[in-house]
Structures are given as C-alpha cells and as structure tokens.
C-alpha cells in the first residue's frame, strides 16, 4: 500500500532530480572555448630577441612607428569548459566565448592542432612574401625574405606582414614611412595576390593592439561590425579589402592627404 505525500514532500522529491540535473550542467564540459586579449608584436622590430623580418638581396631602410600584429588567447583544445565558466566569462568585455571549432580544427588532437596552425602560419608568410614582393615589383629570385614570429600559429598575421616587408623594402614610395611614424595594428589573412581576408576574434585584437600602445587598426573591412562592438577609446578603424587599399589608406593618413576609410 503507498503511502500519499504531502505537498511539501511532493516539490522535494520532484527537486532532486532538477537540481541534480542543473548540478550535472553547471559542470559538465561543453563544446566552447574562453578567449582574451593576447600578445602583440611589431614586425618592423625584434620579437624575444630575433628580428621577425630579415630581407638579403636588396638594401632595406630604417622605420619608425611600428606594425603590430595581435593575437587572443584561447583555453586549449582538451580544455574543460563549463556553463559556470560561459557564465562567468559571457558578459566580460574582455572575454569571450567562441565555439570550439571555430577555434581549433573538430576532431583533432592537440599535437595534429598544434601542426596545423604551424602550417597556416607557413603558408601565410610565403603568401606575404609574394604578395609583398609582387606589389614592388621585385623578383624572388634576387630578393629573399625571412619571417620568424616564435610561439604564434594560424595565418591571420599575413596583412601586417606583407606591410613590414613592403615598408623595410620602400616605406610609403616617397622616402616616408608607412606608419607615418605612429602605432599601427591589424589583423587579417593575406594570398599571393594581395586580398585580405578575415579573421575572427577581432573585438579581443582591438583591445590587445590599444593596451600596446596602437591608435589604428586595421581590419578586413567584413569585420567592422566586431571591431565596432568593443572598441577600446582612441583607436582608429581603418577598413581594408586589399593590400593596395591598405597602402593607399596608410599613406593618406600618414600625409593628411586623400581619403582614409572608416567602418
């Protein structure tokens, strides 16, 4: 014979399995991964301690100012994410939350990720070395180009390094600089043809390019919008689609002369 609860009895018995359940989703892992702002790094310069642009059959000029290129940080890809972390982190200007896969590749391991962003960021210094060398009309096979960026994988430095190579080679065509001597940042990917493409993460980038000390950015021009929602104050957007848009912008700005895009 079954005994009949009381009301109060009744909502315990039938709270312990949602609080068991809540319990199970606050802790159980979840397919995101938590970003910040990462390192920057100027490419005109030294970067722990090696020049990141080293150019031989061709003579190079001394810049000033410099061309940062910027990075997040993310939590790793076997890294256990919980809703108690996405909470804690959703509202943070200077943090995010970004699926995993948008992030690392689905289905690797640590060791196939960590190869594959090797490759990328390959891949996007050769395609910034003919990008460059194109844009100068200079040949590759007279003038060599050495990039070397320690502990920063993926391609979405390609921009800043096509302008570093093009600004130790030829500054601004005229004897200027490229950065007009100021703190320049950016992001975006690069091909042999000069087309930038996007990135990702840019909110986080705008505020690692303002805390090192950049007043402009550069942004493939698709990620306004992102660039916008975080912007740090006194940081400059400057939009580009092409590396020659990206020159043409950074020349006028640099000259005061002709017009300067913005998102």
């Known amino acids: 014979m079954l005994s009949r609860l009381t009301r109060s009895q009744a909502v315990a018995v039938c709270a312990l399995p949602v609080v068991a359940l809540l319990a199970t989703a606050v802790f159980a892992p979840l397919p995101f991964s938590l970003a910040q702002p990462g390192l920057t790094a100027d490419v005109l310069g030294k970067h722990q301690g090696t020049p990141v642009i ?23 890809p076997d890294t256990r994410v919980s809703l108690g972390d996405v909470f804690d982190n959703w509202f943070r200007s200077d ?90 940042a950016g992001t975006g990917t690069i091909d042999a043809a000069g087309k930038v493409g996007a990135v990702g993460g840019v909110a986080l980038k705008t505020q690692a390019a303002r805390r090192d000390g950049a007043t402009v950015f550069l942004v493939p021009k698709a990620e306004c919008a992102d660039a916008r929602s975080e912007l740090p104050k006194g940081l400059r957007l400057v939009p580009v689609t092409t590396l020659n848009g990206a020159v043409d912008a950074l020349v006028a700005l640099q000259k005061g002369k002709g017009p300067v895009p913005s998102c």
């Open 54 to 76: 080293t150019v031989s059959g061709a003579p190079t000029r001394r810049t000033s100012g410099q061309l940062r290129m910027v990075t997040i940080v993310a939590t790793g």
């Open 95 to 184: 943090r995010a939350v970004m699926p995993r896969d948008a992030v690392y590749p689905s289905g690797n391991s640590v060791k196939e990720i960590e190869k594959h962003n090797a490759e990328q960021m390959q891949q996007s210094q050769d395609a910034a070395t003919q990008a460059a060398l194109k844009y100068l009309h200079l040949s590759a096979d007279k003038v060599k180009v050495k990039l070397k960026l320690a502990d920063v994988g993926g391609p979405s430095a390609g921009l800043l390094f096509t302008l570093g190579i093009i600004d130790k080679l030829d500054g601004d065509g005229s004897g200027g600089d490229l950065t007009g001597g100021r703190g320049i």
